[in-house]
Nanobody, 123 residues
Framework: VQLQASGGGLVQAGGSLRLSCAASGRTFSRTGMGWFRQAPGKEREFVASIRWSGGMPYYAYYADSVKGRFTISRDNAKNTVYLQMNSLKPEDTAVYYC??????????????WGQGTLVTVSS
């Protein structure tokens, strides 16, 4: 699986960004996809995921810190997953990684990783 993330950049607090992650190499529509982030000096953390339910709709999951502000979605025709980030805060500053994911109880693990894309939120 190859993943290519894009869309990061510099934005002021309160602004919005949309990250994209293009995937190739496996049956995308049945693959759980997720976003993680790593802030300077901190461990990588889960942000959001979207998994196949066996049909429609897909199920989406969010970290508490982004719930209500971020939205994960996917376009299976384009093999792409998105992360719409609204009401951004300086604490959202991090390198964001997309991943093909697996769910283990209430936790998510990345099986394949894309390169990161840097999001910087200025105050």
């Amino acid at each position: 699986v190859q993943l290519q993330a894009s869309g990061g950049g510099l934005v002021q607090a309160g602004g919005s960004l949309r990250l994209s992650c293009a995937a190739s190499g496996r049956t995308f529509s049945r693959t759980g996809m997720g976003w993680f982030r790593q802030a300077p000096g901190k461990e990588r953390e889960f942000v959001a995921s979207i998994r196949w339910s066996g049909g429609m709709p897909y199920y989406a999951y969010y970290a508490d810190s982004v719930k209500g502000r971020f939205t994960i979605s996917r376009d299976n025709a384009k093999n792409t997953v998105y992360l719409q980030m609204n009401s951004l805060k300086p604490e959202d500053t991090a390198v964001y990684y997309c991943a093909a994911v697996s769910q283990y109880g209430s936790s998510w693990s990345g099986d394949y990783w894309g390169q990161g894309t840097l999001v910087t939120v200025s105050s």
